[in-house]
């Protein structure tokens, strides 16, 4: 099994920027990939980054790409998105995920997620 909590949601305005973390416990993260996905209200999950653990290899969707940018900590076994120019579409619920899949914007591609959290951006 492995633990994903997510710290660090909350509200923002429009052109600011947040970061938020996911701690990671359990089985050996570092065979996995991390990914942060995000669900606004009515739409469906969509898949904003990923990185390669082992790697550093990253992949961004790209609505994000130039803005975010996803880093991980060894030690702490903590991943983290920055999140900077923030926009109102940025609104949502954001995840973070765990998997070994190929396809790493496939949500199915992940095996385990956080329980989420809100990140609001006020125009």
């Known amino acids: 099994q492995v633990q994903l909590v997510e710290s660090g949601g909350g509200l923002v305005q429009a052109g600011g920027s947040l970061r938020v973390s996911c701690a990671a416990s359990?089985?050996?993260?570092?065979?996995?990939?991390m990914g942060w996905f995000r669900q606004a209200p009515g739409k469906e999950r969509e898949f904003v980054a990923s990185i390669r653990w082992s790697s550093g290899w990253t992949y961004y969707a790209g609505s994000v790409k130039g803005r975010f940018t996803i880093s991980r900590d060894n030690v702490k076994t903590t991943v983290y998105l920055q999140m900077n120019s923030l926009k109102s579409e940025d609104t949502a619920i954001y995840y973070c995920?765990?998997?070994?899949?190929?396809?790493?914007?496939?949500?199915?591609?992940?095996?385990?997620w956080g329980q989420g959290m809100q990140v609001t951006v006020s125009s």
């Open positions: 995920a765990a998997g070994g899949g190929l396809r790493l914007e496939d949500p199915s591609a992940y095996d385990y």
């Open positions: 359990g089985r050996i993260v570092s065979r996995y990939a």
